[in-house]
C-alpha cells in the first residue's frame, strides 16, 4: 500500500485527492493510516500531499474551488507581471457563487456567470501547478472596470501603463473583452491619457 501510495504521489506531483487515491485501488479506510504513519499529510479535506512538500495554496485552493478563476493582483503575480506576493489572494466566482467555505484571505469578486470563462488562460502556481487565472487582457479589463475594490493601486496602475505601452498584449482582445465587461470609456480614457 506504501508504494502505491508513493506512485500516486509521484504521478501527481505530490498532491492527491481522496478520490484519486480510491481510483487508484486504494481503500479509504486505509487513508487515516497513512496520515499516522507520516506517510501523507492532510492539507484540508479530501486534499492531501507527500509529508515532505511545502503546500501550494494557489493549487490547494483551486481544487477544492473549481469554479474560482484567480483575477486582478493574483492573475498580474501567477502571469509574471509583478514579483510583489499578493498579501490577499484575488478571485472572481460568478454572481450568487457561495463563498461561505473560502479562506479569510481571499478578496471575492463578482461577474455574470456568461462571462467568468471569458479571458481564462492557465498559468504555473509558485510551486509549479497548472491553475487557472485570467489573461492580460481580461487582467486589464477587470482592474480598469473596479478600481476601488481594494486592489493596490500603485501596482495596478502600473500594470495598466506597462500592458499598454509596452506589453506584449493583444490590443484587440482588449477591446473586446471592454465591450463585453461595458468598460470601454474606462479602457478609452486610459488609452488617451498614455497617447
Same mark, same amino acid.
Given at each position: 500500500?506504501? /508504494?502505491?501510495? $508513493?506512485?500516486?504521489?509521484?504521478?501527481?506531483?505530490?498532491? @492527491?485527492?481522496?478520490?484519486? +487515491?480510491?481510483?487508484?485501488?486504494?481503500?479509504?479506510?486505509?487513508?487515516?493510516?497513512? @496520515?499516522?504513519?507520516?506517510? +501523507?499529510?492532510?492539507?484540508?479535506?479530501?486534499?492531501?500531499? #507527500? #509529508?515532505?512538500?511545502?503546500?501550494? /495554496?494557489?493549487?490547494?485552493?483551486? %481544487?477544492? *474551488?473549481?469554479?474560482?478563476?484567480?483575477?486582478?493582483?493574483?492573475? &498580474?503575480?501567477? %502571469?509574471?507581471?509583478?514579483?510583489?506576493?499578493?498579501n490577499k489572494i484575488d478571485v472572481?466566482?460568478?454572481?450568487?457563487?457561495?463563498?461561505q467555505r473560502f479562506p479569510t484571505?481571499?478578496?471575492?469578486?463578482? @461577474?455574470?456567470?456568461?462571462?467568468?470563462? %471569458?479571458?481564462?488562460?492557465?498559468?504555473?502556481?509558485?510551486? !509549479?501547478?497548472? @491553475?487557472?487565472?485570467?489573461?492580460?487582457?481580461?487582467?486589464?479589463?477587470?482592474?480598469?472596470?473596479?478600481? *476601488?475594490?481594494?486592489? =493596490?493601486? /500603485?501596482?495596478?496602475?502600473?500594470?495598466?501603463? *506597462?500592458?499598454? &505601452?509596452? !506589453?506584449?498584449?493583444d490590443i484587440n482582445k482588449v477591446? =473586446?473583452?471592454?465591450? $463585453? %465587461?461595458?468598460?470601454? $470609456?474606462?479602457?478609452?480614457?486610459? &488609452?488617451?491619457?498614455?497617447?
Amino acid at each position: 500500500m506504501q /508504494e502505491k501510495i $508513493k506512485k500516486l504521489l509521484k504521478i501527481n506531483q505530490g498532491i @492527491v485527492t481522496t478520490n484519486q +487515491i480510491e481510483e487508484f485501488g486504494i481503500s479509504r479506510v486505509y487513508i487515516k493510516q497513512l @496520515v499516522e504513519q507520516g506517510i +501523507i499529510s492532510k492539507v484540508k479535506n479530501g486534499i492531501y500531499t #507527500s #509529508s515532505d512538500m511545502l503546500e501550494d /495554496e494557489f493549487y490547494v485552493f483551486q %481544487l477544492k *474551488n473549481k469554479t474560482a478563476i484567480f483575477s486582478y493582483n493574483t492573475a &498580474m503575480y501567477l %502571469l509574471g507581471e509583478t514579483e510583489r506576493t499578493p498579501n490577499k489572494i484575488d478571485v472572481t466566482v460568478y454572481s450568487g457563487y457561495n463563498k461561505q467555505r473560502f479562506p479569510t484571505n481571499i478578496r471575492t469578486h463578482y @461577474v455574470q456567470k456568461e462571462f467568468l470563462s %471569458l479571458g481564462v488562460t492557465t498559468a504555473k502556481s509558485p510551486q !509549479g501547478f497548472n @491553475v487557472k487565472t485570467y489573461n492580460l487582457e481580461r487582467t486589464i479589463c477587470d482592474v480598469l472596470k473596479n478600481r *476601488n475594490t481594494g486592489i =493596490d493601486k /500603485e501596482q495596478t496602475n502600473k500594470f495598466i501603463r *506597462n500592458m499598454l &505601452m509596452h !506589453g506584449s498584449i493583444d490590443i484587440n482582445k482588449v477591446y =473586446d473583452y471592454a465591450k $463585453k %465587461l461595458k468598460c470601454i $470609456k474606462q479602457l478609452e480614457t486610459v &488609452m488617451e491619457w498614455i497617447i
